[in-house]
């Protein structure tokens, strides 16, 4: 397990506590500001920001990069003036040497030549291997990492907008709940797109989570300040905002592997920082229109903006620390780690939003919910140590 791996998992958690208060934060908004259109669009717009940054950071290494190749230069030149390669030390040959390199050099000619050229007959397979891996984990331009960023901008939109409806028709804990189900569409469009392989242990596990989901959806939930008058129109809202959740959890399964796919096996091949960068870029320009369609089919409420500068201040915060930090956080562990064990690790999202709605809504759990939300997490956990399992058990 290397250094990345480890660092990968802490910021696994550290993505996992902001993404919980965030998710609380923005249920807060909803109160004085239910938009989610707009909370998704400032979010994932901030993230241009990340383009000057690498733009800084790019000229700070050029620049490190040519004093350091200056002070070298500058090094052998002055071990050159000190006489270290005077040719007088070339005088100290003996003539008998002098006379004995000839023959030597012809009698072994031959033998050189035929070993050189058994040799490189080897090597051309290898060569040609090494080449191939060269051009696998070759970098990408600039150009390609827009490109990337252009192509996956929707798909992250999307995610990022569905997560916001759920939450703003469902509680924490069920959102959470629902959009921790993404590890079972990552597997599966990680095995469709080859990233990922599929075996009995992660097939059981699909079916844990999956019943996990039911139990979830159809178990009790309710705070001490709701009234019995409105647990209907809760109720209706409810699956509303599930179903949001559960759509996320698929866009979401599916950026995680594309994201992979496109920046190799340890992340060698993408800036994570353009990459997002460029999608906070094409959501800026590009996706600002979708609030229209959106209020005709009665998805998205009337727009309007915040109208006081606390909620506006908050709206920014939680922009910049649930969305710009947190999700580059999140792309670096999915790079760092592998798709499955980035989002398996979210599950742990699970246990942490439930003790939050206790403890700040007062929110109630109903036995079937709490018994669906085990389900769910343990059928993560079978699937993260499904290669083992599948070892062990000879599958």
């Not at 998704?40 to 920001?49: H, N």
């Not at 320009?285 to 369609?293: K, R, S």
Request: aromatic letters at 12%; hydrophobic letters at 50%; proline letters at 3%.
């Amino acid at each position: 397990m290397g250094w990345r791996y480890k660092a990968g998992l802490f910021l696994i958690a550290t993505v996992v506590f902001i993404w919980v208060t965030s998710a609380e934060v923005t249920q807060k908004i909803f109160a004085d500001y239910k938009q989610p259109f707009a909370l998704t669009y400032l979010g994932a717009s901030l993230m241009v920001i990340y383009l000057p940054i690498a733009a800084i950071k790019e000229w700070i290494y050029h620049a490190i990069k040519r004093c350091s190749s200056k002070r070298r230069n500058a090094e052998s030149i002055d071990k050159s003036s000190t006489g270290v390669d005077s040719p007088l030390k070339y005088e100290m040959v003996p003539k008998s040497l002098e006379l004995e390199l000839p023959s030597t050099l012809t009698k072994k000619d031959s033998e050189l030549d035929l070993s050189a050229q058994e040799e490189g007959n080897a090597l051309l397979p290898r060569q040609r291997e090494d080449l191939d891996m060269m051009g696998q984990n070759k970098e990408l331009t600039d150009w390609e990492i827009a490109r990337f960023g252009f192509y996956l901008a929707p798909v992250w939109f999307v995610t990022e907008y569905l997560s916001n409806a759920a939450l703003a028709r469902t509680s924490v804990a069920s959102t959470t709940v629902l959009s921790s189900t993404s590890g079972l569409f990552t597997l599966f469009f990680g095995v469709l797109l080859k990233q990922d392989s599929i075996s009995v242990a992660k097939v059981v596990a699909v079916f844990v989570s999956m019943a996990g989901v039911v139990m979830t959806t159809l178990g009790k939930t309710w705070a001490t300040d709701e009234s019995q008058a409105s647990a209907a129109g809760n109720t209706k809202r409810s699956l509303v905002g599930d179903l949001f959740g559960l759509l996320s959890a698929v866009t979401y399964g599916l950026f995680t592997v594309l994201l992979k796919k496109f920046s190799g096996a340890e992340g060698e091949k993408i800036d994570v920082q353009k990459f997002f960068g460029y999608i906070g870029l094409f959501t800026l320009v590009a996706l600002w229109w979708l609030v229209w369609p959106l209020t005709a089919l009665g998805i998205e409420p009337k727009f309007s903006i915040p109208h006081s500068a606390k909620v506006d201040e908050v709206v920014l915060a939680n922009g910049l620390i649930g969305s710009v930090l947190s999700d580059y956080f999140w792309a670096l562990s999915v790079v760092w780690t592998t798709p499955l064990v980035a989002t398996l690790g979210m599950s742990l999202t699970i246990p942490l939003a439930m003790i939050a709605d206790m403890v700040i809504h007062g929110r109630h759990f109903s036995a079937v919910y709490i018994l669906g939300s085990i389900q769910v997490f343990a059928g993560f956990v079978i699937a993260n140590v499904s290669d083992s399992c599948s070892r062990k058990m000879g599958l």
